[in-house]
């Protein structure tokens, strides 16, 4: 199992980032797929999640309205766009897989909101 986060990067305040996670080594488009994010000095917190065929989606109360998941199963690729970035989304971004009792992780992605 494989998880590649890619995407992130320095925005300014207001701006927007997508972020991508790629994923190999088992069959996506069974699984859920979450989004959390981790800042300094912080526990890592539940960004957002969504179903296995993409029909469902939750997102976190902090970035509702500015953040969207997606999926594409069909490139084993998840997404997250993140709009009207404010500082305090500055974190390291994962991308996470549950499959039966293991939680899976990519490397994670640096986000920086600053002017």
């Known amino acids: 199992v494989q998880l590649v986060e890619s995407g992130g990067g320095l925005v300014q305040p207001g701006g927007s980032l997508r972020l991508s996670c790629a994923a190999s080594?088992?069959?996506?488009?069974?699984?859920?797929m979450r989004w959390y994010r981790q800042a300094p000095g912080k526990e890592r917190e539940f960004v957002a999640g969504?179903?296995?065929?993409?029909?469902?989606?939750t997102i976190a109360d902090s970035v509702k309205g500015r953040f969207t998941i997606s999926r594409d199963n069909a490139k084993n690729t998840g997404h997250l766009e993140m709009n009207s970035l404010k500082p305090e989304d500055t974190a390291v971004y994962y991308c996470?897989?549950?499959?039966?009792?293991?939680?899976?992780w990519g490397q994670g992605t640096q986000v920086t909101v600053s002017s």
């Open positions: 080594g088992f069959t996506f488009s069974k699984v859920v």
């Open positions: 996470n897989v549950p499959r039966g009792s293991t939680n899976y």
């Open positions: 969504i179903s296995s065929a993409g029909s469902t989606t």
